[in-house]
Every structure is written in structure tokens, then in C-alpha cells.
């Protein structure tokens, strides 16, 4: 059974992609400032029309382990958020977010952010979240630190991005102390 959505925070609605947001989503997926720091992107029209089919298809899976979702604040889908199930087993899970350039600053990032870690541990079961950014990527540094996330370290050559190797930042959070059920 799949918990329920969308997730609500004081300012954001976190739901299912649909086709029409296909718009939306490339304002921002094919900015090369957004994506900068990604290992993806920017993202072409086809590129983000796959995306935006690929997880409005991804709400109907039936024992569903991947949670990307739209962030919509006040009525606008403004960013792309993400939690999934890296491994039921160990109960890891991965975060991720990415946000139109329009919002950076106002702290939506950060609010996805611990809803989704509040999710993952209390809906999902998760006993470990963990997200990575780009060493020089400081303000998803600070968003994973204020969501409860600590730094762990750094891994070296981890990703193969754009034909160059980089480095990533690796943070986690543990889920509050409870029995290992």
C-alpha cells in the first residue's frame, strides 16, 4: 500500500507530477544556472517531457519506492522534490530537490526538505536518509544542514559528470532512536 499524498507543509503542497507541468518543470530543469551543480541537465524539451510522463507514471506503481514529486507554493509548481528507497533491507533511503532560481532564498528547499525526511521515517520506515551536492553547491549544503542532515564526508571522483569526474558531499540523517522492528 502507498501512503497517502500529496504532502502539505505551511507553504507547500509536495504531489504527483501530471503532464501539465511539463512547462513548469523545464523553466527550471533546462536552466544551465539550475543545473549547474546537477549530474543531469540542462535538460532538453524531449529531455523534460520524459521526465515529467516517467514520474506522473511513477504515482501508479503499486508498491511504489520512488517519491518524485512537484513542489507547489501558492498555487505554482516551483521546484522538483525527492525521496526514494535506495534499500528496503538496510531501510536507506536518498533525498534529493532541485528549485526555480525565483524561489532560491525563501526557504521552500529547506521546508521540502524536512518534509520529506519526516515522511521517509515515519510513513516510509526509513532508518537512514541520505543525500549528496557538489562540494561548491553551499546552498543545498546549508538545506540538507538545517533539514537535519549531517555532513559525513567528502567522496572523491564519485560522479561521472558532463565527462569529468567530481567530488560530492555526503550527508545523512538517522531516524529518532526506536526498536529495530
Known sequence: MNPALPLRTDRLVLRNFVTPDEEAVHAFAGDPVVTRFTEWGPNSRDDTRRFVRD?????????????????????ELVGSVALWVEDA???????????????????????????????GFGELGLHRIAATCHPDNLGSARVLT?????????????????????????FAALAPATSAV
Open 55 to 75: 514520474y506522473a507514471a511513477q504515482a501508479t506503481a503499486p508498491r511504489r519506492a520512488a517519491y518524485n514529486l512537484a513542489a507547489v507554493a501558492d498555487g
Open 89 to 119: 533491507g538496510h531501510r536507506r533511503g536518498g533525498l534529493g530537490f532541485v528549485f526555480h532560481p525565483a524561489v532560491w532564498g525563501r526557504g521552500y528547499a529547506t521546508e521540502a526538505a524536512r518534509e520529506l525526511v519526516r515522511f
Open 146 to 170: 538545517r533539514a537535519g542532515l549531517r555532513e559525513e564526508g567528502r567522496m572523491r571522483d564519485h560522479l561521472l559528470v558532463r565527462g569529468a569526474w567530481r567530488d560530492s558531499l555526503l
